[in-house]
């Protein structure tokens, strides 16, 4: 807020009292709106914690108020969201199951999801999907893809 009232070219002295004001009478309260942020797009967008990090951050939210708000997603949480967006563009997905496994994994990557996760989640999607992409996804070695090796 405080960027924006510069641009508006507020005088320091204003801005500073305007917002130790909203302070007081719980306007602004950024542990609350990173809460909500987080919540908000983890589930409706997907984000994983480091996208939603790099949010907050771009956001102006201190880093410790973010990592407060990021706690409420855990490992177990992204993993479920991963393989929930993993289903749902699986099914429209066409070609090998090669080039499947790339799309939806750079798709995971852009939402901020480690590699991990990511790799486990399209390899369990494909395993499920048919007898083409199962034998696909048993030959993928998501410990070796993780560490940078080729695993294929």
């Not at 960027?3 to 204003?14: F, G, M, N």
């Amino acid at each position: 807020m405080a960027k924006a009232l510069v641009r508006k070219e507020i005088s320091e002295e204003v801005i500073a009292e305007v917002l130790d004001r909203y302070d007081e009478v719980g306007i602004i309260d950024d542990a609350a709106f990173a809460r909500a942020w987080v919540s908000s797009r983890h589930h409706g967008r997907g984000l994983a914690r480091r996208a939603l990090a790099n949010e907050l951050r771009q956001r102006g939210v201190d880093a410790e108020v973010a990592s407060e708000a990021l706690e409420a997603v855990d490992e177990e949480a992204e993993a479920a969201a991963a393989r929930a967006l993993v289903d749902r563009k699986l099914r429209s997905a066409t070609g090998a199951p090669e080039a499947v496994f790339r799309r939806l994994v750079a798709m995971l990557a852009r939402k901020g999801y480690p590699a991990g996760i990511a790799i486990r989640a399209v390899k369990d999607a494909l395993a499920a999907r048919d007898a083409e992409a199962a034998e696909f996804a048993d030959a993928i070695d998501a410990d070796a893809l993780e560490d940078g090796a080729t695993g294929l």
